[in-house]
């Protein structure tokens, strides 16, 4: 017998059950089950809803009603039926998972966090309850967390697509790079279907530096899905990131054709006819941008930059302040409008935009240089040199860490050449000029314990750690 057949002969069955006791719960309870996998919705809803009248608290019941509205997309009542069943029953694990993965899906990221942390607790080992706690905390921000639950996801279910692809897109805004490239790989090789999982491996290609492998899988993409609208705008960064500025315009130029409503490929556009120094027809671009997206700040800052380089300070500034106004904790828009009131003679406001820069970013250079002139014109020889020196000493430790950033690539050179006591000469010389230098701390410890000194690798992997938890966290590389 087919299993229609089964189903239907089993429906039967229990009907003639309920005739003779029309309020037996586990009989009215399984009529859900087998009707739910006969399709028929309606039917187990009703069922389900007979189950809760035969028995008011049962959790189970308001679970199974819950999931069978879902499917009818009565997701308001799906929500209170989920909710009703965690109330009657905590550690009913269907009803957590089912009501964060429904709270999920509609978009209530915060209210999903707790129903999915308790599902996780009550079935560590459930790789779809870990995947969707993990991706609502990615959305959330909460990236470190999400890390650690996205990985474990795609241990319990290694051929879990989705959870590849959330773990990826969150390596990569912790700027684990290399690992972000091989988990969007791998969501790719899993499932080729899913348009957004090309497109992230596309960007974490051209973030790390790949960018032919990055216009690769972006012109793929294109090609198996041509609706796609972000595969063009994004295949146009990586030709701007190239400095493949005419391929890049090109693209723009089509896309903002196609899309007279996108603000961000005007946005691209003026970029890049920016820095092509065609500012005649990057200023229209980028003015159509600010037009189109008020919480832009990016536009006109960079409006701003190109009427200064053209000497229009006043346009400048007010570009500049509205730049403020729609970003204010922007470090830069606050550094140039200082910049541009220093030179047309608004000391006072001028010297409010710069401390408000150092304020933001305390390690800009350029804000302690203007501002060390700025207090120096205004006869403040104590605070000007204070300034200076302070702009002295951060130029000093950019050039310790770019010095720093090279003597571990030397000695990563030397470990791969089989020196390992040059290798760690350098890694020691990393470090020395740059103590907060992660990758060296992780690198010389690695050396140490081929070494055989272990106590000392211990102390320098215990620090790489401490200073980069999400690239050498004991869940991650090492």
């Known amino acids: ?7 239907d002969a089993a429906v039967e069955a229990v009907d003639g059950v309920l005739a003779e006791n029309p309020g037996r719960y586990d009989a009215v309870l399984l009529l859900g089950e087998l009707l739910e996998a006969r399709g028929d919705l309606a039917g187990a809803a009703r069922a389900y809803e007979r189950a809760i009248r035969a028995r008011s608290g049962s959790a189970v019941a308001h679970d199974k009603l819950g999931f069978v509205l879902a499917r009818q997309d009565r997701v308001a009542e799906a929500l209170a039926e989920f909710a009703t069943a965690i109330t009657l029953d ?12 429904t709270r999920w899906g509609t978009g209530d990221l915060t ?12 079935r560590p080992d459930h790789p779809e309850a870990r995947y969707y706690y993990g991706a609502t905390l990615q959305k959330l921000g909460r990236l470190h967390e999400a890390a650690v639950q996205l990985r474990e996801a795609t241990r319990l279910a290694p051929s879990l697509a989705t959870a590849h692809l959330h773990l990826g897109i969150t390596l990569q805004g912790l700027g684990d790079l290399d690992a972000a490239v091989a988990s969007l790989k791998r969501s790719v090789a899993l499932d080729a279907a899913v348009p957004d999982a090309h497109n992230s491996l596309g960007l974490a290609l051209m973030q790390n530096g790949n960018g032919i492998e990055a216009v690769e899988t972006f012109r793929k993409l294109m090609a198996t899905h041509p609706s796609y609208a972000p595969a063009r705008l994004n295949l146009a960064t990586t030709f701007m990131h190239q400095g493949d ?13 196609d899309q007279p409503d996108n603000a961000e490929a005007f946005y691209n556009l003026g970029v890049a006819l920016k820095q092509r120094d065609d500012f005649d ?3 229209p671009a980028l003015r159509r941008a600010i037009a189109l997206d008020p919480r832009l700040g990016d536009a006109p800052f960079t409006l701003g930059v190109l009427l200064w380089q053209t000497g229009r300070s006043a346009e400048a500034e007010q570009q500049f302040r509205e730049a403020i106004a729609r970003t204010p904790d922007s470090a830069d828009a606050h550094y140039m409008l200082g910049t541009v009131l220093k030179v047309t003679g608004k000391a006072d406001e001028a010297l409010t935009e710069l401390r408000t820069a150092i304020r933001l970013r305390p390690e800009s250079i350029e804000a302690h240089q203007s501002l060390a002139q700025l207090m120096q014109q205004r006869g403040h020889a104590d605070a000007a040199r204070a300034a200076r020196h302070e702009a002295d000493r951060l130029t000093r430790r950019k050039a310790d860490a770019q010095a720093s950033a090279f003597a571990l690539s030397v000695g990563r050179q030397k470990l791969i050449a089989g020196d390992r006591a040059a290798a760690i000469a350098q890694f020691r010389e990393a470090i020395r000029l740059g103590p907060d230098n992660a990758d060296a701390h992780y690198a010389l410890g690695l050396a140490l314990q081929q070494a055989g000194a272990a106590a000392e690798a211990r102390q320098h992997l215990d620090q790489a750690r401490k200073l980069a938890p999400h690239l050498y966290s004991r869940e991650g590389r090492s």
């Open 111 to 122: 209210g999903a966090v707790a129903p999915l942390r308790a599902a996780v607790r009550l």
């Open 281 to 283: 027809r990057a200023e």
């Open 1 to 7: 017998m087919a299993a229609g057949g089964r189903i």
């Open 245 to 257: 500025l005419a391929s890049a315009v090109e693209l723009l130029d089509e896309v903002t054709r």
């Open 90 to 101: 905590s550690t009913l694990f269907d009803a957590q998972y089912h009501l964060g993965a």
